[in-house]
């Protein structure tokens, strides 16, 4: 029997197994009599077994991702919470194990998840590295801090990683069919081509991307430039319907619309061919009259958008529509012609 038709019988079998065990399975049917085993045999069989994830943290992000990788075939252990009831819960919502102690996720897990707050990451961080983390994969969900929170897991043995779901986690029963949208970014030590967090994420089947630890503020500003500062954007666009008389649920019923077709546009055909409004249009009367009813503590915001709005139409080259640009741009600065 070859060791492909060994391996493809092991899988066959559902056997939930780690390296070690299939070499013991392999040596149980004379394939490896003789052969030296070095470090580099070990690591050749990770694609071929069951990875074991446990998640530390059973909030929105942990359950959600607990669910989609359950659903996508991959083995979740369980959670470990400081809140039991929490951690219960979400147990009960992916049908996985409570965990009482860091010592037991750890034993019986290859990867484990760090999905809590992030200034509960270095505690525990601090907490694992107490334990035998040698060899483990410990991953964090943290846009904004790097791979270096667990730089104590690190010197300990394991392997550390910044994983970044890039969505913003509401609940936490987010539909399947979405989750299979969002997008991951990936840093830390990610060495080798069959690294076993790279085996989960191409499972996932999610697209993903690498970044590098020294541009982790530059990503997460990125991330909260087009999430939460949208937000709030959003709200004070709403706040002048509401001066108008309707109701915030009503001003965002009637403004939805506009807004998705906006984002649907950029998806399809990027930022300049989605330009719309006075400022592209080089109506410096409109902008005007905007400057005249905005809010003083609006001004700047208005300003300063406007005038990146700006920024884009010129990249288009319309000459003809140059002379216009300049009249919207001395109105931005608050400059006579």
Known sequence: MTLLHLLREARLQKKAVNCEEIVIYLFANSYLSGMRLTRDVV?????????????????????????????????????????????QEACRMTNTKVYYSLEEIIQENDILWVTTP????????IELSKLDVKGKSICH?????????????????AAVYSIHP??????????????????????GDLTREDDEVLQMMK???????????????T???????????????????????????LSQEEAIFAVMP??????????????????TGPVPRGDWNTVQRHLSVVKEKDKEIYQELSLRLLELARKKGDAVKENNYKKVELCLKGLEE
Request: include cysteine; charge should be positive; proline fraction near 2%.
């Open 219 to 245: 990503y997460h500003l990125a991330n909260v430039f087009v999430s939460n500062l949208t937000l709030a954007l959003l709200d004070i666009g709403v706040s002048y319907f509401q001066e108008m008389g």
């Open 141 to 157: 969900a943290s846009g904004a801090l790097s791979s270096t929170a667990l730089q104590r897991s690190k010197n300990a043995g």
């Open 258 to 275: 506009l807004v998705k077709g906006n984002i649907r546009n950029i998806e399809e055909k990027g930022f300049l061919s989605s330009l």
């Open 43 to 87: 690591p050749c069989f990770r694609r071929w077994y069951h990875i074991k994830i446990g998640f530390i943290g059973p909030g929105k992000v942990g359950v959600n991702l607990g669910r989609y990788f359950i659903h996508q075939g991959i083995i979740v252990n369980g959670f470990f919470g400081k809140t039991f009831e929490h951690t």
């Open 166 to 187: 890039i969505y913003a986690f509401s609940h936490k029963t987010v539909d399947f069919n979405e989750l299979h949208k969002v997008k991951f970014s990936l840093e």
């Open 118 to 125: 992030d200034d509960a990451i270095p505690t525990i961080d």
């Open 203 to 217: 499972k996932l089947e999610n697209f993903y991307f690498t970044r590098n630890m020294e541009t982790s503020a």
